[in-house]
């Protein structure tokens, strides 16, 4: 996004509206990022089609339209205030509200763009993963019994003795794992703290058992949105126990607003330690020359199609972009990427990998395949069966509701599956 803050040099109200800018892009969860042009004469004034100081500009779209007769010019301009006066700032209020359009709009625009038979299927995530982020409706969904039923397929258990007997199960059937303590946002460095307190003492009873230590853990579970140093050195506590073991460790991917920060974390723990790897979402437009840099560093990618809701202008909205987007991308991982990950469950998109793979000589010791607990067992299987790595990513711990509302997004169907095999299960009981 765009946001340009268009000011005359003397303009007294520039600082305040920079300010308000900037307060209600961090509200929004935006990256406050402003550029402030000076409009020095009439002659640059006319170039740009500037009415007054200051004019807030978002992808080259006034905040707030000036009148069509409005005269170019290098004048104050007034605004309605939220306590109903006229001031020369442009209120957060204001600019809040045109976000929540812009926002609308661009909703609009991505319906109209998908096809027919897509659009139940984006419904039901943008539905589920908006639940997933309401706390109130998670503390009543984890003390709900039935919910807790249908929670089994997606999640080993409440604790760690669940997961371990789940990897267990696992490693009978020949398949491999990377363990998630379960949690996200935390609100509180102790809580942030304790989470990761969780995660070291998982490592240590996979090691203390002779399990493959190798974890998946979310950036806002170790405190991401308190302080950006204070959850680095949160993780780098857990890379370093894990460097001791000899174990991985795997940051996931969220919503798109952290990417950067997690690749950025991600790198500097991997300049000291060799063992952390990251996640690349093939949805999200960037992600070509995300996996290009982290392919030059040789830092392990995860490749998922990606979870959460997002926005046109940072993601592919169709189906066939993001799958397009996968296939590309896991040829460059497979050519010049070190040990990738391949996680998904399309059969499309795992063929392609393998033909791919084969097809240029990278032998299965090279790549693996990840898949999600309680998803496609058969298929798990059969890549076992024809040779390949499988890992699957098992999440145990209590704070299962967000992870297990994004899971219900991905397939509607899932709804329905899970209230009738839960009614079942109430029958025979
Ligand atoms: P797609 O959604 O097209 O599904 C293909 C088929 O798989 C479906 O037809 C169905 O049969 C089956 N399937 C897929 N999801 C299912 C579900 N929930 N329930 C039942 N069946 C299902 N995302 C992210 O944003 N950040 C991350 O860090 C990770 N990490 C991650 C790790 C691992 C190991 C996996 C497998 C996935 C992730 N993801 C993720 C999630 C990923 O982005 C994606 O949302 C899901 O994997 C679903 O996409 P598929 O690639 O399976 O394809």
């Known amino acids: 996004m765009r946001v340009e803050l268009l000011v005359t040099p003397s303009c007294p109200h520039a600082d305040e509206s920079e300010a308000n800018v900037r307060q209600a892009l961090t509200v929004d969860g935006r990256e406050p990022s402003v550029q402030r042009i000076y409009v020095g004469d009439l002659d640059h004034a006319a170039g740009l089609g500037f009415h007054g100081s200051p004019t807030l500009r978002i992808d080259g779209r006034d905040v707030v339209p000036p009148a069509p007769d409005s005269p170019i010019g290098l004048a104050c301009r007034l605004y309605p205030q939220p306590q109903g006066t006229l001031g020369g700032a442009i209120p957060i209020e204001t600019i809040r509200e045109d976000l929540a359009r812009r926002e609308q709009d661009a909703i609009r625009a991505r319906a109209a763009r998908l096809k027919p038979r897509e659009l139940p299927a984006r419904a039901s995530r943008a539905f589920f993963v908006g639940i997933s982020r309401q706390p109130w409706l998670g503390r009543l969904a984890t003390g709900f019994p039935l919910t807790r039923l249908m929670v089994r397929r997606f999640v080993a258990g409440e604790d ?170 896991a040829e460059r991982l497979l050519l010049d990427g070190r040990y990738p990950a391949m996680a998904t469950h399309d059969e499309r998109l795992i063929e392609h990998v393998i033909d ?72 025979r009981r």
Not at 167 to 181: A, C, H, I
Not at 382 to 411: C, D, I, K, N, Q
């Open 160 to 329: 760690l003795y669940d997961a371990l007997a789940a990897l267990e199960r696992l490693q009978r059937r020949g398949l491999r794992w990377t363990v998630d303590v379960l949690g996200e946002s935390v609100s509180s460095r102790e809580t942030a703290t304790a989470a990761a307190d969780r995660y070291l003492t998982t490592l240590d009873a996979l090691a203390e058992r002779g399990l493959e230590a190798n974890v998946s853990l979310k950036l806002t579970q170790m405190g991401l949105d308190l302080d950006v140093a204070f959850c680095r050195d949160n993780v780098a506590r857990i890379v370093d126990r894990a460097a001791q073991l000899g174990a991985f460790v795997r940051v996931d991917m969220e919503d798109h607003t952290k990417t950067e920060v997690t690749l950025d974390i991600v790198r500097s723990l991997h300049e000291r330690y060799h063992d952390v790897g990251a996640v690349i979402q093939s949805y999200l437009h960037r992600s070509a020359e995300d996996v290009e840099r982290l392919i030059a560093e040789q830092v392990r990618v995860r490749l998922c199609k990606g979870a959460y809701d997002e926005p046109p202008e940072v993601a592919f909205v169709q189906r066939a972009e993001v799958d397009e987007s996968f296939a590309r991308l």
């Open 356 to 427: 791919f793979a084969a097809s240029n000589g990278i032998g299965p010791d090279r790549f693996e395949f990840q898949m999600l607990h309680g998803v496609r067992r058969d298929l798990q299987e059969s890549l076992v069966e024809r040779g390949f790595t499988v890992r699957v990513y098992v999440p145990y711990g209590a704070e299962w509701y967000p992870y297990f509302m994004r899971r219900l997004g991905e397939r509607p169907a899932n709804v329905l599956f899970m209230l009738r095999s839960v009614l079942n299960e109430v029958r």
